[in-house]
Antibody
Framework: EVQLVESGGGLVQPGGSLRLSCAAS????????MNWVRQGPGQGLEWVSS????????HYADSVKGRFTISRDNAKNALFLQMNSLRDEDTAVYYC????????????????WGQGTLVTVSS | DIQMTQSPSTLSASVGDRVTITCRAS??????LAWYQQKPGKAPKLLIY???TLDDGVPSRFSGSGSGTEFTLTISSLQPDDFATYYC????????FGGGTKVEIK
């Protein structure tokens, strides 16, 4: 059974940093691109970033480019999101999600999602 | 960036109704469009990809159509479990979600 479990959320001050993790199990992690998608309180979904299985291809939304860094550790079946220079508008539930298709190099539909981890940016 | 515009933002309907949601892209995305269903407090669920292909286990009352810049999600006969918020997603260039359509009980 595919499982994605996010962790690392919490309360952080504007300008601060936070690192999110996603533990994956139940599938061959290294051959799937992975994504972060966020959802602000009462808001819609916003795609944040994606990373290919080999970490060769990485994409970011303009809203986080230069501030967030996506990475992965295939040996540990783990996905990460390093978030720096956090702003109030980064407050959201952050979901880890898997591409539907193996071995993609660009974002794809997302067939498995974690339960999300809440990041609150506030002074 | 490709912008995705969904309409309506809210839709009131009754069980058994035929429901249609529209998603428009700011430029052509061919058929690189997916639809998701999300219920309160839960992660989204993939319904349709490549504009019209149902994901595994999705009931046949859901259907998708369109190409280029205009797409629709249709629920042929609304069921109690279908009251939720629906999102479209383009993945032609990076990825963008539409603003969502909440389907509520009339």
């Amino acid at each position: 059974e595919v499982q994605l479990v996010e962790s690392g959320g919490g309360l952080v001050q504007p300008g601060g940093s936070l690192r999110l993790s996603c533990a994956a199990s139940g599938f061959t992690f290294s051959i799937y691109s992975m994504n972060w998608v966020r959802q602000g309180p009462g808001q819609g979904l916003e795609w944040v970033s994606s990373i290919s299985g080999s970490s060769t291809f990485i994409h970011y939304a303009d809203s986080v480019k230069g501030r967030f860094t996506i990475s992965r550790d295939n040996a540990k079946n783990a996905l990460f999101l390093q978030m720096n220079s956090l702003r109030d508008e980064d407050t959201a539930v952050y979901y880890c999600a898997r591409d539907r298709v193996k071995d993609t190099t660009s974002p794809d539909p997302l067939d498995y999602w974690g339960q999300g981890t809440l990041v609150t940016v506030s002074s | 960036d490709i912008q995705m515009t969904q309409s309506p933002s809210t839709l009131s309907a009754s069980v058994g109704d035929r429901v249609t949601i529209t998603c428009r892209a700011s430029q052509s995305i061919s058929r690189w469009l997916a639809w998701y269903q999300q219920k309160p407090g839960k992660a989204p669920k993939l319904l349709i990809y490549k504009a019209s292909t149902l994901d595994d286990g999705v009931p046949s009352r859901f259907s998708g159509s369109g190409s280029g810049t205009e797409f629709t999600l249709t629920i042929s006969s609304l069921q109690p479990d279908d009251f939720a918020t629906y999102y479209c997603q383009q993945h032609s260039i990076d990825s963008t979600f539409g603003g969502g359509t909440k389907v509520e009980i009339k």
